[in-house]
């Protein structure tokens, strides 16, 4: 709805961290993210509720689009 993000089907979590500026910290908190995502998902990294819960928590929308 803010127009931060461009969304295409085919992209991968990692092609969007192009969407936030190079020296936004955010990028690099998103990276962080997508990398544990990636764990998760295809290391065979365990995630259990309280994990998954912080990463939901870190990986809020209101932190990546700014109200403005």
Known sequence: ???VVRFHPS???RE???????GDRRRADLHQ?????YRYAFGGTGC???QFEGWRTRASTERY????
């Open 1 to 3: 709805a803010r127009n």
């Open 33 to 37: 993210l997508v990398d544990e995502l």
């Open 48 to 50: 259990g509720p309280e």
């Open 16 to 22: 969007y961290l192009t969407d936030l500026p190079a």
């Open 11 to 13: 992209r991968t979590p």
């Open 65 to 68: 689009a700014s109200s403005t």
